[in-house]
């Protein structure tokens, strides 16, 4: 009867350590889910501004988390008329001692490093003070960034993605 209770109770610490673990999430995924709103394969138009002098052209992105949750990746290509516009390999993460997300987006000419922070849901990225990049799902359900840029004191958009679900996304 002990050596019955004994393996019962070794059992049972078994399961309880087993699910603890495989439960529980670092502080980066714990950040990192708050992006889950990003995740998905994305297809729609884009604007540059000023909107009257500028075409529309369409966009594909497709976000992944990476890394156990701890990273995500965004690929994204911009076209008008069959011509690239923009053609980006983002990587975020997290830093949990800086308490800050990180984002670099990488294109044919480099590297620009972003750093963010989570403000009402949306993901905002900056770039110096006179620039930033949104990210943010729509009530209907889109996938929205656009950037601005601060002149003379005002944020001003010069771009704006809104982009919808679609099935998988390649490039």
């Not at 603890?20 to 604007?47: C, H, P, Y």
């Not at 620039?131 to 002149?151: D, I, W």
Request: with cysteine; glycine share 8%; proline share 2%.
């Amino acid at each position: 009867m002990k050596i019955i209770k004994n393996n019962t109770l070794y059992t049972f610490l078994c399961f309880f350590l087993v699910t603890q673990v495989s439960f529980s999430q670092t502080e980066e995924q714990k950040a990192m889910a708050k992006l889950s709103f990003m995740i998905g394969d994305w297809k729609g138009t884009g604007s540059s501004y000023p909107k009257e002098q500028n075409k529309s052209y369409d966009v594909l992105s497709k976000v992944r988390y990476d890394l156990d949750g701890e990273l995500l990746v965004l690929k994204h290509r911009s076209m008008r008329d069959g011509k690239p516009v923009l053609s980006l390999h983002t990587i975020i993460y997290y830093n949990v001692e800086e308490r800050q997300y990180y984002y670099y987006a990488f294109r044919q000419k480099g590297v620009r490093p972003f750093t963010g922070k989570i403000v009402d849901g949306k993901l905002i990225c900056s770039i110096g003070d006179d620039y930033r990049l949104t990210f943010q799902r729509t009530s209907e359900g889109f996938f929205n960034e656009y950037g601005e840029k601060r002149v003379d004191g005002v944020w001003t958009k010069n771009f704006e993605d809104l982009l919808m679900p679609t099935s998988e996304v390649t490039f």
